[in-house]
């Protein structure tokens, strides 16, 4: 992406390939992130500097955000994949990540894959009225293609999903060959290569990360967010913020509850509803410090 700083492409050993702009430079970190217990991540802005003869990084730029699991910094958008069939779609596992998402200040984005097999309608009406962008895909067949293409310009976007989605086909269709043959994996070859670490690749005028299992995870794995939080993660409830009868209300079981109203009335889905309360009361029971 034009004009950026230099930024971690990949992790890993103890290493981090650094792209500049002009070439990818393997350097090590410096002694002091131990001290302050930071560590650098793929999607870092990074300032570097020479010791003796090599290059290390010196400096972690000022970070939008940062996921601990995956280990990714700067993101722009979460795109959630999920099957109409085959796996059959956890509406909980989009809920949860497209939570962290907007909690984290990123974009979520779904991407309905197997748009083929199975209609898709149901998943588009619940989501788009959620207010989140809704791309329906047939990668094999080309189909909403161009659509991701168009979103991931200018942006880290992170793909995610449950195994079987079709995640990897989709990444596969959008990076080529990339995947294998990266100025990432050359420089490590391929006995030190490994699936299982976050890589960020040049996608569409954006960047891509990769990042293997990363799918069905609990809330409190990847993001505490405090219970009193929660209902602004969630932009369809979000809209019905303070017209409730009494103030901290929590839309779980209170009378005059201007959430429980829209619900019954269709303004927001039953599955939802549903995910905010059953993450509502996990977090009910975690406290900050459990972190």
């Known amino acids: 992406m034009a004009g950026r700083e230099p930024y971690i492409v990949k992790g890993i050993g103890g290493f981090y390939y650094v792209d500049t702009g002009t070439e990818i430079l393997e350097c090590r970190a410096k ?45 722009d958008q979460l795109l959630i994949v999920a099957s109409t069939v ?14 962290i998402a907007v909690d984290k200040g990123a974009r979520p984005v779904l991407v309905v894959t197997k748009g083929d097999l199975s209609a898709a309608a149901r998943l ?25 293409r168009a979103m991931l310009a200018g942006r880290l976007s992170v793909f995610c999903g449950n195994s079987g989605v079709g995640k990897s086909t989709l990444l596969g269709a959008l990076l080529g060959e990339q995947l294998e043959t990266g100025d990432i994996s050359r420089k490590l070859g391929r006995g030190r290569h490994t699936t299982r670490e976050v890589q960020l690749y040049s996608c569409c005028g954006g ?72 993450l509502y009361n996990q977090m009910k029971e975690l406290k900050e410090w459990q972190m």
């Open 207 to 278: 960047l891509v990360a990769d990042t293997p299992g990363f799918a069905s995870l609990d809330m409190e794995r990847a993001c505490y967010i405090p219970k009193e939080d929660l209902q602004l993660a969630f932009p369809d409830i979000a809209r019905y913020f303070g017209r409730c009868k009494f103030t901290g209300c929590s839309h779980t079981a209170e009378k005059g509850c201007a959430v429980r109203q829209a619900l019954a009335e269709g303004e927001i889905s039953q599955s939802r509803y549903d995910s905010y309360v059953t």
């Open 86 to 99: 085959q796996p059959v779609p956890s509406t909980l596992v989009i809920d949860t990540l497209s939570a």
């Open 31 to 75: 002694g002091i992130f131990r001290k302050k217990k930071l560590t650098p991540v793929a999607g870092d802005r990074v300032r570097l500097e020479q010791e003796a003869g090599t290059w290390v990084v010196a400096e972690i730029l000022p970070r939008k955000n940062v996921f601990v699991r995956p280990p990714v910094a700067n993101v």
């Open 124 to 148: 588009e009406s619940c989501y788009a009225h959620a207010g989140f962008p809704v791309v329906t895909v047939h990668a094999a067949a080309g189909q909403g293609l161009e659509q991701v």
